[in-house]
């Protein structure tokens, strides 16, 4: 469902991504392991058609991401690390404008709200301007956007920044949700503990090279911790 | 999805207050503009029907006299009142609406320096025309700056093209926004129209509602490229602050420097004379013509010597208009070509700034620019020439020898009675339409230019 073959970026001399290939299947979870400035935002990038890969190719389901940029991001829904969302409009009329967006159809308000609800969004909160909400906040509604999309791949980074420990475990739960429900599903993360709760493939990148590509279940935490530290250099 | 995107950026103008504060500002002065120039309509409209009665009454009601002196004392005609000029007067305030029509000479009314000044004046005059032309393009401005370069600051814009829209549709969705705003200008003004043209007046209900309707193609072009070139300037802007300090910038060039520096040019490149000038050469020619047509007819130049008495005054007289007709006509046509020009260079400099395209569009269409004066002015002096022909042929009729009693003739009063009643009927919309097709075609080359320029501008925006 989402491919990369070969992807190189350069900004520069920069060499942001180095001949990364990897591969998401439907109804797995992609976890990508790195510290900042690994190249993991940049991959999503790509994926997203925002930057065009020096070399190599991304794929989503079979279409190359630079030829197909608008049909490519039909297919998939994406969380960034933060949220943004317009201040002046409430968290539902934020959501009823973005899923209408991406979906084409027009959704009732008592399906936005239940989406807000699923999120841990309550009504009296959905009605506030976003203008008044706390990040998690922001964060549910961007995730019930994705959720409205009903996309069949996922790409999210850093996706439960921001979110308070119990959003956070109610957000792994939706992705499970969604895993089972055969959605491909790239996230990037610095949280091992949420890589190996969540993820059924762990990648580790480091300047711009996938270093490792995992098996999550062959993996305990603590070799996962000691995986990422050595590849990490400490 | 354009509705889409188009409500939600209205109902952001609508709550951080911008759309109320530009629009309703641009508001208050266009209904006062409105207003101003309804007053001044039905003003001038109800002075020119009496006036015009009167005159032509008090030309009937002459007594028995001489008929050069009923030839001095001539008549004056009134041009009729576009309904649109109270959207747009152009050159009228400057160039009046009156001829008279005397004995000798073209009335000068043909040739003020407004005439080829095309509206530079008007900058200090409130109509609907200037607000729409000068204030219309800030409104979208204050609106539109952010449309792209807010978004991307914000990141909303990143969150829009993630979900896989088209960069083309939001910038189409985002120019409908904009476009809906202004559009909310342009009712009050058609509510004003409408109500004008259920007066009479001398433009039918037809064609004026046909000119409103080519108006608002015309302002439609002109505010669509404010609109596309607003957002492509947004799309390309590192960030909204620059975009707005861009935007601002072009905004006070393209409607004060380049306006005037434009007229000038015009002038340098086609240079127009000066009135006194103009009359010098006029004056010259005349007696040049009229010489040659005493010495061809007469075989003499000196005027009224023992050669050519006074019982040959009518026939003189005929002479000498007969032979300044044509050195008037050529001397005018010149005239106006050489305004003609400095105008078509003016619209062309309207690819630039589109600014000097819809002035001249707006006035040609609205019956108020110069080749509107023109027409009528024409029709004006063909009226004078019948009078002056009815008055001359009358005194070769009545030529007697008795020298300076010659003045004691008296022409009867059905003589005033031979002078028609002036009628005049303004140009169809089609001839304006065919006048200021240079104007609309610079504005449809420009529209499609701005429209270009900002899907380019969207469509590299959505890559970085």
């Not at chain 1, 790509?46 to 490519?72: C, M």
């Not at chain 2, 006299?65 to 001095?72: E, F, Q, S, T």
């Not at chain 2, 747009?88 to 003020?112: C, M, N, Y």
């Not at chain 2, 409103?212 to 669509?224: A, H, K, M, V």
Request: aromatic fraction near 8%; proline fraction near 4%.
């Amino acid at each position: 469902m989402l491919e990369a073959i070969g992807v190189s970026k350069r900004f520069g001399d920069k060499l942001a991504l180095d001949g990364v290939t990897l591969s998401v299947e439907p109804g797995e979870i992609y976890c990508l392991l790195g510290a900042n400035g690994a190249g993991k935002t940049t991959l999503i990038n790509v994926f997203l058609s925002f930057l065009a890969p020096t070399e190599g190719e991304a794929r989503i389901d079979g279409l190359d991401v630079g030829r197909h940029p608008i049909e490519t991001k039909q297919r998939v829904a994406y969380i960034p690390e933060q949220i943004m969302l317009y201040g002046v409009l409430s968290g539902l009329e934020n959501l009823r404008y973005f899923a209408a967006l991406g979906t084409g159809k027009k959704m009732s308000r008592p399906e936005l709200l239940d989406l807000l609800a699923s999120v841990g969004l309550d009504e009296a909160a959905a009605v506030r301007r976003v203008s008044t909400y706390s990040k998690g906040m922001r964060q549910k509604v961007g995730i019930a956007i994705a959720m409205a999309k009903q996309a069949r791949a996922f790409l999210l980074d850093e996706p439960t920044s921001g979110l308070d420990p119990k959003a956070a475990s109610e957000f792994a739960q939706l992705l499970r949700k969604a895993r089972d429900n055969g959605v491909a599903v790239l996230t990037t993360t610095h949280d091992l503990f949420h890589a190996k709760q969540t993820g059924t493939r762990i990648g580790i990148m480091k300047a711009g090279k996938l270093v490792a590509d995992l098996e999550g279940a062959d993996l305990t935490d603590a070799d996962l911790e000691a995986l990422y530290l050595k590849h990490m250099g400490a | 999805m354009l509705r889409l995107i188009a409500a939600k950026d209205l109902i952001e103008y609508l709550r951080d207050g911008r759309l109320y504060l530009a629009g309703g500002v641009v508001l208050v002065l266009l209904f006062t503009a409105l207003g101003v120039g309804l007053e001044r309509h039905a003003e001038v409209a109800a002075e020119r029907v009496a006036a015009q009665g009167l005159d032509y009454d008090d030309w009937l009601a002459q007594p028995e006299r001489h008929p050069h002196d009923a030839a001095h004392q001539g008549m004056h005609v009134f041009k009729p009142q576009s309904p649109l000029a109270i959207l747009d007067p152009g050159i009228d305030p400057f160039v009046g609406s009156t001829v008279w029509l005397q004995a000798h000479r073209q009335s000068e009314i043909k040739f003020r320096p407004a005439q080829d000044a095309t509206g530079l004046q008007r900058f200090g005059e409130l109509s609907p025309a200037w607000v729409l032309q000068v204030l219309g393009p800030l409104v979208i401005i204050v609106l539109g700056f952010n449309a792209f370069a807010g978004e991307r600051e914000q990141g909303t814009l990143r969150q829009t093209l993630s979900l896989g829209v088209s960069p083309v549709r939001l910038l189409w969705g985002k120019a409908l926004a904009l476009c809906g705003c202004v559009a909310m200008l342009l009712v009050p003004a058609a509510v004003v129209i409408g109500a004008t043209m259920s007066a009479a007046n001398d433009f039918s209900a037809s064609d004026t509602v046909a000119r409103f309707g080519w108006l608002t193609l015309g302002y439609g072009l002109y505010l669509g490229i404010a609109a596309f070139g607003v957002l492509a300037v947004s799309a390309l802007a590192s960030s909204s602050r620059v975009a707005l300090v861009a935007l601002l910038g072009i905004w006070i060039a393209g409607v004060t420097l380049v306006p005037r520096a434009a007229s000038d040019f015009a002038r340098v490149w086609y240079p127009s004379p000066s009135r006194l000038e103009f009359n010098t050469a006029l004056d010259s020619a005349l007696g040049e013509a009229s010489a040659r047509a005493w010495q061809a007819e007469f075989g003499v130049t000196t005027r009224w010597g023992t050669d050519v008495p006074l019982d040959r005054w009518g026939q003189a007289l005929q002479l000498d208009d007969n032979v300044s007709y044509p050195v008037v006509d050529a001397h005018f046509e010149r005239l106006w070509g050489t305004f003609d020009r400095q105008q078509a260079l003016q619209e062309w400099l309207g690819l630039a700034v589109p600014l000097l395209a819809i002035r001249a569009y707006s006035m040609g269409i609205a019956g108020t620019d110069f080749a509107h004066h023109r027409e009528f002015s024409v029709a004006a002096e063909r009226q004078r020439r019948t009078i002056q022909d009815i008055v001359s042929e009358d005194l070769v009729e009545h030529a007697d020898a008795r020298g300076a009693g010659h003045f004691d003739y008296r022409a009867p009063a059905e003589l005033w009675a031979k002078v028609p009643r002036f009628e005049y009927r303004p140009p169809s919309v089609l001839w304006a339409v065919r006048e200021n097709l240079l104007g609309l075609s610079v504005l449809a080359v420009t529209f499609a230019a701005a429209v270009a320029l900002a899907h380019l501008a969207a469509v590299r925006r959505s890559r970085s």
